[in-house]
């Protein structure tokens, strides 16, 4: 059964830093990725990689936030600097053996930013 177990969420003032990890089970995930949905709102792309770490990031992360992953580890990780109110969300990763199968999610794990 696939799997992806995340960790790092937690609560961080304005301005500061967390580092999301997600750990993949099976074979190697040629794209992975993190979502994030805050209250009321659709759930949204925060950032890509592929396996070549090719990326993509959303606007309102780029500079901020840097996605990268570990193959051998089946591991994708983001961190997150400079942290604003509105990066509050649970946040999920995410993950397809390529680009035209199913998409395969964590269970989420919360960022809080307190102002």
């Known amino acids: 059964q696939v799997q992806l177990v995340e960790s790092g969420g937690g609560l961080v003032q304005v301005g500061g830093s967390l580092r999301l990890s997600c750990v993949g089970s099976g074979s190697l995930f040629r794209i992975m990725g993190w979502y994030r949905q805050a209250p009321g709102k659709q759930r949204e792309l925060v950032a890509m990689?592929?396996?070549?770490?090719?990326?993509n990031y959303v606007d309102s992360v780029k500079g901020r936030f840097t996605i990268s992953r570990d193959n051998a580890e089946n591991t994708v990780y983001l961190q997150m600097s400079s942290l604003k109110p509105e990066d509050t969300a649970v946040y999920y990763c995410?993950?397809?053996?390529?680009?035209?199968?199913?998409?395969?999610w964590g269970q989420g794990t919360q960022v809080t930013v307190s102002s």
């Open positions: 990689i592929r396996s070549d770490s090719s990326t």
């Open positions: 995410n993950a397809k053996y390529f680009s035209w199968t199913k998409d395969y």
